[in-house]
């Protein structure tokens, strides 16, 4: 059973099973949208079109084209321009939910607060450990 929700795109009443996020009505419009994108970029001059030059030639919101480029809908292999935000800076990316560059940033800084971690841990066990003086 589903439960009932709002459409994100129109706010009608819908009932969500957890396989669309919108309407049907807006399932619809979406997958015409979709169709019209996808039919702008199986031309051979446009498949590296970015994502701004789509916006201004078919008319789709950039949401739409970052939602189905997300969902693998259009694929960054096909179309090499395409992809949707970082979470992190907004950088376009292709995969996760990150980029390279905030990938890595955030690995160093892992890197760096395990190190810092077992340093504490290791004075801290030196602090504790008495030396006897045999004078």
């Known amino acids: 059973m589903g439960e009932l929700k709002n459409c994100p795109s129109c706010g009608d009443f819908f009932n969500y099973t957890g396989i669309r996020d919108v309407c049907n009505n807006c399932a619809t419009n979406e997958e015409k949208l979709y169709e019209t994108v996808y039919r702008f970029l199986r031309k051979r001059e446009n498949r590296a079109a970015t994502v701004e030059r789509i916006v201004e030639a078919t008319g789709v919101e950039e949401s739409l ?50 190190a810092a971690k077992e340093f504490r841990e290791k004075v801290n066990t030196e602090e504790n450990t008495y030396h006897k003086d045999y004078r």
């Not at 090499?80 to 939910?97: R, S, V």
């Not at 390279?100 to 690995?107: D, N, Q, W």
């Open 65 to 114: 084209l970052h939602k189905w480029v997300r969902k693998g809908r259009l694929q960054p292999a096909l179309f090499p321009n395409l992809g949707y935000p970082c979470d992190n800076c907004g950088k376009l990316t292709t995969q996760g939910k990150l980029c390279t560059g905030c990938t890595e940033e955030l690995k160093t800084s892992l890197r760096q607060f395990e």
